[in-house]
């Protein structure tokens, strides 16, 4: 089973893909981990995709679907994977339909003001772990591990606008894109608790 896993910033994606990833066994492919894997190796696309980055430019769709390509190819991908970032528009499915088969869209649907107050209320470790200043109850470290809890820069009302604005543009499209394909099932309960929603996501893939 090849899934892609859709939603806009605040979705709560990362926490799902987790879940998804344990309960199905299904390797979760993050294009930002391929990225940095990458760069940190020194491959020749990794520095390609540097020299970008490091010219404050975003890394092309060419030069993102050839290093998703090239990491399909892996041995560990051979028993389904879950592709988590990717693809981002319609050129990068479209090229993704000519080098391997999706079986699913999986798109996580959350109504945008409450996507809003999740990420500003976000607040991140540097373990990997994330809460929510509601549920914090004046905590300022990590649960899991003791680290101190930071808010990314990123995530502040001006940048969030924003980020949503591009997934409305860019990503969207793709709902009806899988839609037309027949590939495309939807999350209604996205606004739930993490395991309400994935409730609702193993009643999807069964």
Known sequence: MNIILLGAPGAGKGTQASKIADKYKLLHISTGDIFRANIKGGTEIGK??????????????????????????????????????????IYQAEQLDKFAKVDLCLNIDVDEKLLMDRICGRRVCACGESYHVSTLNGATTCAKCGGELYQRADDNPETVKSRLDTYNTQTAPLIDYYKKQGKLATVTSGEGSPDEVFAQIIKILG
């Not at 540097?50 to 993102?64: C, R, W």
């Open 48 to 89: 390609l995709a540097k020299s970008y980055i490091d010219a404050g430019k975003l890394v092309p769709d060419e030069v993102t679907c050839k290093i998703v390509e090239d990491r399909l190819t892996w041995d560990d991908a051979g028993n389904g994977y879950m592709l988590d970032g990717f693809p981002r528009n």
